[in-house]
């Protein structure tokens, strides 16, 4: 007996309602359908239908089969298509959400890449904080930060792609004038930009020694985007705390200078989010190993 093909025809039989309506579904005949789900429960030593007069419904131990077993058959067939879609060219059009500083400052610059070595997608990217339906709109993915516990109940599942830390900064010039801060209470001495978006931001969490203190910065100078408080800092007018990637360059060149090295935030996770198939289409599977190897080298 072919048991991967016996709990097919189980499956389809109780989708059907029937053994006839099976049969019809998978061109097949009712006495071959009939046959399967008879060796199937001899195989098993269990009757998996009542079989009446009125029609054909599960037994206990064939409403546990279906529950328990038959959803490996639906697992295996996920993974084996999964694999076979690996094959695959990547081709079609990829369309793609992004939070703005992320998008403009990392996904946009790795598109061209993923582009050449992939000459049959086409690539749609929209800059935007707002939290897009992506079964609705038709997104392919969309680049999210800290968002993996909004999809427990969802159809989305989420795959972590990079991280980023804040980090207190001001430049040379600003110091000058002003002194360097030796503690977060210092700061209240300072003209802080203060970054917020919808919830994100208001409070941020610093690991110190085995606990995690929360300092939430004063809110006379406040920003809805990363690049504008940017911005601001390097004018020599303000400290802020700002995204590792958006200012390491400039760390590094000097035009600008981290203040309480000590308060990093927790590292917040970057997740490409996808709408959860049987199996992950080739182009938004080859868009996200592409971005997770780029962002490694970056």
């Known amino acids: ?40 429960e001899a195989d098993l030593g269990v009757r998996l239908f009542s079989r009446s007069s009125r029609g054909i419904s599960l037994t206990e131990e064939g409403e546990d089969f279906l529950r328990k077993g038959a959803v490996l058959v639906d697992e295996l067939e996920a993974v084996s298509e999964e694999i076979r879609e690996r ?15 992320f998008g403009q400052e990392r996904i946009a610059p790795a598109i061209p890449g993923f582009m050449r070595k992939y000459p049959k997608v086409s690539v749609e990217l929209e800059i935007s904080n707002r939290k897009v339906d992506l079964i609705q709109e038709h997104f392919d993915l969309a680049v999210r930060i800290g968002t993996s516990g909004e999809l427990k109940s969802s159809s989305l599942k ?6 980023q830390r ?23 001495q300072h003209l802080l930009v203060k970054q917020i978006s919808g919830t994100w931001g208001r409070t ?12 939430s910065l004063p809110e006379r100078f406040v920003v809805n985007s990363p690049n504008a408080a940017r911005n601001a800092i390097l004018t020599g007018g303000a400290v802020g705390l700002i995204a590792d990637y958006l200012i390491e360059d400039m ?13 990093e935030t927790v590292a917040q996770p970057i997740y490409a989010v996808f709408v959860h198939r049987n199996f992950m289409p080739a182009k938004v599977r080859a868009f996200i190993d592409h971005m997770t190897e780029a962002l490694r080298k970056n």
């Open 251 to 263: 760390i590094s060149d000097g035009r600008v200078v981290r203040i309480l090295p000590e308060y």
């Open 87 to 101: 094959k695959r060219v990547p081709a079609g059009h990829l369309r793609i959400s992004s939070v703005v500083a």
């Open 1 to 40: 007996m072919d048991r991967f093909k016996a709990i097919k025809v189980f499956q389809e039989v109780v989708s059907q309602g029937g053994f006839a309506a099976a049969a019809r579904r998978m061109n097949s005949s009712p006495p071959s359908v009939s046959r399967l789900i008879t060796e199937l």
């Open 158 to 163: 989420a795959r972590k792609i990079f991280s």
């Open 166 to 188: 804040l980090l207190f900064v001001a430049t040379p010039e600003y110091l000058a004038r002003n002194g360097m801060p030796a503690s977060l209470d210092d700061l209240d």
């Open 204 to 215: 941020n969490q610093f690991p110190i020694s085995s606990e995690t203190v929360s300092y």
